[in-house]
Structure formats: C-alpha cells, structure tokens
C-alpha cells in the first residue's frame, strides 16, 4: 500500500484553488491571444484585448480574474493501491477551499440551501467533489471555477436514440446560441454525449481537462463551432473551443449535456505521488496591452439629459457616482416598496450596476468587480425605473418586455464586457457600504467611478 496524507491534498488544493482563480492556463490564454490576432477591428476585437489586460493585471496585482470567483468543483482520482491518511479527505478539501478564498479575498458565493435558506456560507463551501478510481498508483487533482453566469446557461437535451449527427449538431447549436452573451463570451463549451442524464453533466464538466479526442469527435465539435460562429450576430469568435466526448449509453438513450464556460475558463490541476506534488498549470507569457478609449466619449453620471440622448451600439466612458446592487438587494428594495417604507437610498436619477464586488485587500479601495447577468433583474426593471433610476448597467441581453418598459419610461441600459473584473476594479476610485450590509458582496455599495467603458444597448 502506498500512503498519501489528506494535509498533502490540503496543500494542492488550496494552490490549485489559488492558480485558476488568478491566472489563466496558458491553453485558454493562447487561444484568446490567436482570436484577437486574426479579428478584425471592431468591438469584437476591444472585447478580446480588454479580456487579454484583465489576465495580465489579474496575475500581477494578484486579483481574481472575476468577482464570481465560482462554486468550486474538484475532481479527485485515486489509486486502487493508495492508502489515504489523516483527516478525512473531504474536510480537507473543504477546509483548504475556505483558507484560499479567506486568505486572497476571493469572493465567497456559496448559499446553505438553494431554496430554505440562501444565506451565505462565507465560506466558498461546501465544494463540489467528484471520486474515481484509477490504476496508478497516484491521486490526480482537477479544479474547475465555475460562475454562475456560465452555469445557468449549462444544459441537458435528451434526444431520440435514432437522432443524426447533423440532428445533435443543430439541437447543441440552438441551445448555444440562446445563452446569448449572459455567459460571457467567448466562450468554452464542454459537451458530453452518452452515459446518463447526470452523469453525462459531470464528464461535459470534466471534458475541460481531457487532451485526447478521436477523430469523430473533433469533426463533430469542429461542425457545432462553425455553426454557431457563423449565426450569432456579429461576433465570430463567439465560441472559441468546444471540447466533446462521447461514451456507452442505453440503447433507448441519447442523453448530451452542455457545460457552458466564460472566457475565464478556469482550470487547474495537479498529480500526486508518494506526497509530491507536480503542478500542471501553464503560466502564459503575457502580452503588454493597452486601452485604447482615446476615441470614446467620456460621460458625467449626473448629466442625465446627455444620458438619455445616447445613442444604442455608442461605446462611452462613464465617470461618477453610481450604485451597486444585484438580486437580493432588488428583493429587500422592492419589498419595502411595497410596504410604503422608506428606502436606503433615493432611486431618484441614480444609475445601478448590477454587480457583486469580490472583497478587497489591505490599502485596496475594491476587490474585482464586474456585472451579473441583467436578465434576473428583469422582474425588478418597472418598479425601479417608474421610481426614477435613468440606467442600469449589466451583461447580456434583457427580455424584449423589460426593453419596452426602460424605453417607454426614457432609461436606458448598459452592458459591460462580462469577466473583466481586475481591469474595471482600476476604474473605481471610492467605495461605501450603503445599506443591507449582511448580505456581503449582495449589499448596496456606492461608488465613483472614472471612465468606466460600457456599451448602450438601448
């Protein structure tokens, strides 16, 4: 028997934790680099080199490359022959999960019962943990960071056995290309087509790290790619990998799941033997970048008349006072609205960011910040604009209802590029806590910004 401590699983996992959350693995890094070397000029090619400064700045100022700093979901593959000592392996798993996410100010999004009690952890756990056995004699450590703006758009489609290929093609197409750009493209697809319908779910996540694809299955992730590249709107790198597999199901079966990942495709993993540790992250040789907004209107926060007459697809920079305030601050709002009590704060021309700012370090004025998916404060978007807010700023698209209401009631809405947390975090210059302070990264924050890129939508 060969013994490996759980305190050595600790330790990787806490590093591994650590790497994916601050650096991209060079095989994402290089992928994005080769998209914004052969894109033409264009918004699409400013959203790929601001997420390429996002990754440089994220790895030295040591900052999460986004605020959703994710569930965590580790994969663990052990030896038949590896005897396990010390604490139980889960409570170590958990316990360097929590130690990471404290010690580097990572964001903190795990809630201790999806439906009775969604209070915060505040811990980052519990995490996600996945068991298999393997022949060497070795435990294997795979980490994955996965958001939420990703993972709401993860999907299971159960298809008729006797389904074609250009049939699967068109059906895991469709249900891309309805994610729109919530997910925060471009984007890295796991697909996994076979086995159950929940077990299909964890090899679509797993596939991430796979590096060995048949023949069949290249061709087939290759003809999915080009299908959606070539009909979503205009942004050709829509999807920049696929990664699919494909295993034994039931003969009345054909089970596909769909792991949809943002560009921060964040992934780490590591080999133990006899309690060394060989890490397998690929640091990239970052590129020197910079913002090019020299050509972009800069607009005053308080200027609302200039606000409503902006123009939709207009790129600006937007200096001064904003909010900050997402899902449950919408729902503690709403509901004094409804009690006819007194609000925290004066909705009255205001701008709100949907966001969730991860925790900030020592001499910092914010951690990482950027928007969450607008898309949930839809059933909110009446209630806030007939009380007086002029804009909101989120990612992705809104329900053509919602559009209708911000227009009829002259707001508008803003998009930022999704996922560039470390880079938009420079843009903040003051930060106050303003009201529902438990809630941590849900409460209401004030900020002034300078030259905050967003994009009008409408």
Do not use: W
Request: aromatic fraction near 8%; charge should be neutral; include cysteine.
């Amino acid at each position: 028997m060969i013994e490996i401590s759980t305190k050595t699983i600790n330790e990787a996992i806490y590093k591994l934790c650590y790497e994916a959350n601050i650096c991209l693995d060079n095989r994402i890094y290089s992928k994005i680099l080769n998209a914004y070397n052969y894109c033409e000029d264009g918004y699409e090619k400013y959203i790929l080199k601001n997420i390429l400064i996002n990754a440089k700045i994220a790895y030295e100022k040591k900052l999460p490359l986004c605020q959703d700093s994710g569930q965590v979901i580790v994969f663990v593959e052990i030896g038949q022959n590896i005897n396990l000592t010390g604490n139980f392996i889960e409570d170590e798993i958990n316990s360097a999960v929590e130690k990471c996410y404290s010690e580097n100010f990572f964001r903190k999004s795990t809630v201790k019962n999806a439906l009775f009690d969604r209070t915060n952890t505040k811990t980052n756990t519990p995490v996600i943990i996945h068991t298999k056995f393997i022949k060497e004699n070795e435990v294997r450590l795979k980490v994955l960071i996965k958001g939420a703006g990703s993972e709401n758009k993860t999907g299971l489609i159960m298809m008729l056995p006797s389904s074609s290929e250009d049939e699967v093609v068109k059906a895991i197409s469709d249900m891309i290309i309805k994610t729109g750009t919530s997910a925060c493209p471009p984007m890295f697809i796991g697909i996994a087509i076979g086995a159950t319908s929940e077990k299909s779910a964890i090899i679509a996540k797993e596939v991430f790290f796979k590096t060995d694809f048949s023949d069949n299955e290249i061709t087939l992730a290759n003809k999915i790619k080009n299908k959606i590249n070539k009909n979503f709107l205009n942004l050709k790198n829509y999807v920049l990998d696929i990664k699919l597999t494909t295993t034994s199901t039931h003969i009345a079966c054909m089970p596909i799941s769909i792991s949809v990942n943002c560009h921060s495709d964040r992934i780490s993993e590591c080999i133990i033997k006899e309690n060394n540790i060989t890490y397998l992250h690929q640091k990239p040789n970052f590129i020197d970048l910079n913002e090019d907004n020299k050509n972009l209107k800069e607009i005053k926060t308080q200027n609302k008349n200039e606000i409503i007459n902006l123009k939709s697809g207009e790129t600006i920079l937007l200096t001064g006072e904003i909010y900050v305030a997402r899902d449950m601050a919408h729902k503690r709002l709403t509901d004094l609205m409804e009690q006819n009590k007194a609000l925290p704060i004066n909705l009255k021309d205001k701008i709100i960011f949907y966001a969730g700012p991860a925790p900030e370090k020592e001499g910092e004025i914010i951690g990482s910040i950027g928007p969450t998916t607008a898309s949930r404060m839809d059933k909110y978007a009446e209630k806030f604009y007939e009380n007086g807010i002029i804009a909101t700023i989120g990612k992705g698209e809104r329900s053509l209802e919602t559009e209708k209401i911000i227009k009829k009631l002259n707001g508008k809405y803003f998009s930022v590029i999704g996922g560039i947390a470390a880079l938009l975090a420079q843009k903040v210059k003051f930060k106050e806590v303003i009201a529902f302070e438990d809630l941590g990264p849900e409460a209401i924050y004030k900020l002034y910004i300078e030259k905050l890129p967003v994009k009008v939508e409408f």
